[in-house]
């Protein structure tokens, strides 16, 4: 799988980018993500204020914060303009690449933490 991200790819969309390219079933590709990863709770108060407390951060499997820093593409570059799934034109789609990206010897899967 080919995933897209630039620096409109926030929060779930960059944790689905990195959960599956840490387990070796994606390729990242276009600019850096935007980099939300903190979980936040809104509480209201009896005076009718409220407070916002930051309950979870997101990383990925490998460990790797998301939270200021984004996904990182392999394969760096704008968006095409023929993306296949919008035309059938995929000559400007470098799948020798992606799939050198995806090769076993490329990526590592993670080991669960503490194990």
């Known amino acids: 799988v080919a995933i897209w991200v630039d620096g409109g790819s926030a929060s779930a969309s960059e944790v689905l980018a990195g959960s599956l390219h840490d387990n070796c079933r994606a390729v990242i590709m276009g600019k850096q993500s935007f980099g ?3 979980i ?10 409220g407070l916002v407390l930051t309950v979870a951060r997101y990383v990925t499997p490998n460990g790797t914060e998301i939270h200021g820093k984004g996904v990182t593409p392999d394969i ?12 059938t034109d995929t000559s400007k789609v ?9 090769d076993p010897g490329m990526c590592q899967v993670p080991t669960p933490h503490g194990g």
């Open 36 to 38: 939300k990863g903190l």
């Open 40 to 49: 936040q709770a809104v509480y209201g108060l009896k005076n009718g204020a």
């Open 76 to 87: 760096s570059g704008g968006v095409p303009l023929n993306l296949p799934i919008v035309a």
């Open 94 to 102: 470098d799948f020798g690449t992606i799939s050198n990206r995806l």
